[in-house]
């Protein structure tokens, strides 16, 4: 079993910047691809990107590429999601999740584990 803790959600101005955090323990050598995900009120969940850890690539949905950016820290099983240029849109509840297979995707369902989600809030 993986265990996810997602943290560093907040609320900020338009254009500002965010890092979430996503802790993973556990059986962590069976994780191959993390991802986060949003969901808004009354919308769809949504991937917002994925990193496929052992080579260290990174992928981003259109809406947030070239103002998102994934990373991992290996020593501490920590994947990072740091947003710059945030918009009003980009409000959502986020969340981390983590899949053993290695298939490279922003469908849900590729992944088994979930963490519990941190909400960002952008005012304009």
């Known amino acids: 079993q993986v265990q996810l803790v997602a943290s560093g959600g907040g609320s900020v101005q338009a254009g500002g910047s965010l890092r979430l955090s996503c802790a993973a323990s556990g059986d962590t050598y069976n994780i191959n691809v993390m991802a986060w995900f949003r969901q808004a009120p009354g919308k769809e969940r949504e991937g917002v990107a994925y990193?496929?850890?052992?080579?260290?690539?990174?992928y981003y949905a259109d809406s947030v590429k070239g103002r998102f950016a994934m990373s991992q820290d290996n020593a501490k099983n920590t994947v990072y999601l740091q947003m710059k240029g945030l918009k009003p849109e980009d409000t959502a509840m986020y969340y981390c999740a983590a899949g053993g297979r290695r298939i490279l995707s922003l469908q849900a369902y590729v992944y088994h584990y979930w963490g519990q989600g941190t909400q960002v809030t952008v005012y304009s």
């Open positions: 990193i496929d850890l052992r080579p260290n690539i990174t």
